[in-house]
């Protein structure tokens, strides 16, 4: 099983580009409702909360875990990764947690993610990016550093959109949704002198559900990175390098839905990602 976490619901919408992508798999999906959330915690903070919840999706069954939030990624990925993991027995049993901002820069950047100096022609791009996304992801500037990293000739534009994953997961409606787009444009597009970007990050897992709003409003011509199909391209390239991960193939693999808060007050809000049909189940802490 592969577990997919994130600290409220955003995450579904990476979840579904998988499922989607690989009807085989089996997914557990884990949300921190209880705590949710993250944006306003400090990072030790929410290290830790992510932590625990890695370790309770290896607990599970979940071999792999990919952190289907941006906020998680951009704060704890790398201390998991290269602090917690390696001291922990999970690591011989040959458990792995992964990210979402990593195939996003990728992708963004066409640079694999271990090419970490400018190469040849990536680092002559003088295209313009720009990046839409929580307070708490735009302030960790992730995304700047590890594009520039990559392609330091580009012109990178962070554009907070504070208000629209609370929008987006509370129902608001189309009106709403559309000024609060609208505005978040405005502002990349101010903040880059009037020139209209290449290519357009959309920086949290709520944003798919509006994309057509973006794509509305933004050039044509800028391509539109929507983190659920890119996630599930880069993971889909990482299954054929680790096929461990993917677990046993059967003919209905399990869709499993878990949430550290009130399972029904998740499965109800769950709705404004995929209609009916979502159950949470209680994973007691």
């Not at 071999?63 to 922990?88: D, F, H, I, M, Y």
């Not at 290519?199 to 050039?219: K, N, Q, S």
Request: glycine share 8%; with cysteine; charged share 20%.
């Amino acid at each position: 099983m592969i577990g997919v976490f994130d600290s409220g619901l955003g995450g579904l919408t990476v979840l579904a580009a998988l499922t989607q992508r690989f009807p085989e798999v089996s997914f557990v999906y884990l949300g921190d409702h209880a705590n949710v959330p993250y944006g306003n915690r400090p990072s030790e903070e929410i290290i830790e909360l992510t932590r625990a919840s890695v370790e309770r999706l290896f607990g599970v069954g979940c071999k792999l875990v990919l952190l289907g939030c941006n906020t998680a990624t951009a704060v704890a990925a790398r201390r998991l990764q290269t602090s917690w993991l390696p001291e922990t027995p999970w690591t011989a049993l040959g458990h792995n947690v992964i990210g979402i901002v990593a195939p996003t820069v990728e992708a963004a950047t066409q640079t694999p993610w271990a090419v970490t100096t400018p190469q040849y022609p990536q680092k002559f791009l003088t295209d313009r990016i720009a990046v839409f996304g929580t307070t708490r992801t735009i302030a960790s500037n992730v995304y700047a550093e590890e594009i520039r990293k990559r392609c330091p000739k580009v012109t990178l534009v962070q554009q907070v959109c504070s208000e629209l994953a609370g929008a987006i997961e509370h129902g608001a409606g189309k009106a709403e949704l559309e000024r609060l787009v609208e505005t978040g444009i405005a502002g990349a597009m101010a903040q880059a002198g009037g020139e209209p970007p290449h290519r357009a990050i959309l920086g949290c897992t709520h944003f798919p559900l509006v994309e057509h709003l973006f794509r509305r409003h933004l050039p044509q011509a800028t391509r539109i990175l929507s983190q659920p199909e890119v996630v599930a391209d880069s993971l889909e390239d990482y299954l054929q390098r680790h096929p461990r991960y993917k677990g046993e193939t059967v003919e209905t693999p399990r869709r499993v839905l878990l949430t550290t808060g009130d399972p029904a007050e998740a499965s109800a809000r769950a709705r404004v990602f995929a209609g009916e049909g979502l159950t949470f189940e209680r994973l007691e802490v």
